[in-house]
């Protein structure tokens, strides 16, 4: 038996501090387009250089060069349209591969939901049904901390009970997504923060402390944020 060590190297070339991931859902503007902004430096002397693309289903329609120096902040940003579409972006160092930064990326409209047991809505008898242009962020608690790290997308989904559930939109949520995209063609994320059974006080917000993660407006406004 041979043990080898191994030394992992936190080093990146890239470090991006503002870019899309996957699933993410941008809202629109009032022209009915979002803007996807990346940004980021470059911790090597010997990268000058870096190109992004943007592939709408799968296919190519925007490619940005960007000149970069080590330590230095670059930016670049695309359009995308609030629609049935799906968004991709890629980069590469300079003349090197391309290198997938995120995928099924959409714009449209984010709708909270939140108050007690006619928005949670939750139970057997609600469809296990989603979509790709049904989205949400994050995961409802109710009996544990929020878990502030819980920054990821997903795919709606609305059967069984919700709490402490990844992507979870409700009996309400569901109905809303299907029918805006079937009646506006509009990509959607529902946040979803209702408790059955909870007081109106319980749904205040800690006025000392909006943001207070113990409370389900704290975490309202964080998952929102």
């Avoid at 992992?8 to 993410?24: E, G, L, S």
């Avoid at 990326?105 to 989603?130: E, F, H, K, R, W």
């Avoid at 990844?166 to 529902?190: C, D, F, H, K, V």
Wanted: charged share 15%; aromatic share 12%; with cysteine.
């Amino acid at each position: 038996l041979t043990l080898s060590a191994i030394h992992y190297n936190p080093f990146r070339p890239i470090v991006f501090t503002q870019r899309p991931v996957r699933m993410q859902l941008y809202p629109r503007q009032a022209d009915g387009t979002a803007e996807v902004r990346i940004s980021g430096y470059t911790q090597q002397s010997d990268i000058s250089s870096l190109t992004f693309s943007m592939s709408r289903n799968h296919q190519l329609q925007e490619q940005r060069p960007v000149t970069v120096t080590k330590g230095e902040p670059f930016s670049v940003s695309f359009s995308i349209v609030a629609q049935p579409a799906e968004y991709s972006f890629e980069y590469a160092i300079g003349s090197g591969a391309n290198q997938l930064l995120a995928d099924s990326v959409v714009a449209g409209d984010v709708y909270l939901i939140a108050g007690q047991s006619n928005g949670a809505a939750s139970g057997s008898g609600n469809p296990n049904v989603t979509n790709e242009y049904w989205r949400n962020f994050g995961c409802v608690q109710k009996t544990v901390a929020y878990n502030p790290a819980d920054t990821t997308w997903g795919m709606s989904n609305s059967a069984g009970w919700g709490y402490g559930r990844m992507y979870y939109n409700g009996w309400s949520g569901y109905i809303m997504q299907r029918n805006l995209l079937q009646e506006q063609n509009m990509p959607t994320a529902i946040l979803n923060i209702a408790i059955g059974g909870s007081s109106l006080n319980q749904n205040m917000p800690n006025e000392q402390n909006h943001e207070d993660l113990a409370t389900f407006y704290g975490e309202g406004l964080y998952r929102l944020r």
